[in-house]
């Protein structure tokens, strides 16, 4: 992988086709790796397709929607 690279969350400021999305700069593997744990992605349609996964599962959970995030994963 070069760095600098850019990595991407959703939602977000800049809008495309399909949603919302922002970007972050990141300079080396450390800092890739922090971003990708936080919740960015390498790619803006895999930051769209992991909000579409989370809305997916709040509307699929009547609790998780009342409280405006999925359920935790039952261990």
Do not use: Q, W
């Amino acid at each position: 992988m070069e760095y600098p690279r850019f990595v991407f969350i959703s939602p977000g400021a800049n809008k495309c086709n399909g949603g919302t999305y922002d970007h972050e700069l990141v300079k080396d593997a450390a800092e890739h790796k922090a971003a990708i744990s936080a919740g960015f992605s390498d790619t803006v349609t895999e930051a769209l397709e992991a909000m579409a996964a989370v809305k997916e599962s709040i509307e699929s959970d009547p609790v998780a929607a009342k409280r405006g995030r999925p359920a935790k994963a039952k261990e």
